[in-house]
């Protein structure tokens, strides 16, 4: 036996599900966005610093510092793209097919970003 159609208010409720989700990734895409530019920031400040010798040692290493920032925010837009897929689904096994997400998309280009700039952090030590 096939499920009954689902009526339009529920259909319309599930929409807005899905677009909070996508909401939801794309705050946590904004977060990682700024964790990856303020930690290679980070890095190519102290980097410059170093060059002059303005700052001849000092305490923290500056690619340890640009990388870690890089890392959290490439974690936690892996984590919040593992949760969005997950929600997704149960979306979809509920209601049956939605839209595809473009927020995951972004979420993937920011990623790549972000291991671009831990590669260059890393390689420059």
Same mark, same amino acid.
């Given at each position: 036996? +096939?499920? &009954?159609?689902?009526?339009?208010?529920?259909?319309?409720? !599930?929409?807005?599900?899905?677009? /909070? $989700? *996508?909401?939801?990734?794309? /705050?946590?895409?904004?977060?990682?966005?700024? $964790?990856?530019?303020?930690?290679?920031?980070?890095?190519?400040?102290?980097?410059?610093? +170093?060059? +002059? *010798?303005? $700052?001849? *040692? &000092?305490?923290?290493? &500056?690619?340890?510092?640009?990388?870690?920032? @890089?890392?959290?925010?490439?974690? !936690?837009? %892996?984590?919040?793209? @593992?949760?969005?897929?997950?929600?997704? %689904?149960?979306?979809?096994? *509920?209601?049956? &097919?939605?839209?595809? +997400?473009?927020?995951?998309? @972004?979420?993937?280009?920011?990623?790549?970003?972000? @291991?671009?700039?831990?590669?260059?952090?890393?390689?420059?030590?």
């Amino acid at each position: 036996m +096939s499920d &009954p159609p689902v009526d339009a208010n529920t259909r319309l409720a !599930a929409e807005r599900n899905r677009l /909070a $989700l *996508e909401r939801t990734l794309m /705050a946590w895409t904004r977060t990682a966005t700024s $964790l990856i530019a303020f930690g290679f920031t980070i890095y190519q400040i102290f980097r410059v610093l +170093s060059e +002059s *010798e303005r $700052l001849r *040692e &000092p305490y923290v290493s &500056p690619q340890l510092v640009g990388a870690v920032m @890089v890392v959290i925010g490439i974690c !936690a837009l %892996a984590l919040a793209w @593992v949760q969005h897929r997950q929600e997704l %689904a149960a979306l979809r096994a *509920e209601f049956g &097919p939605m839209r595809y +997400s473009i927020a995951s998309v @972004v979420a993937a280009l920011i990623a790549g970003l972000g @291991v671009l700039a831990l590669l260059a952090i890393t390689l420059r030590m």
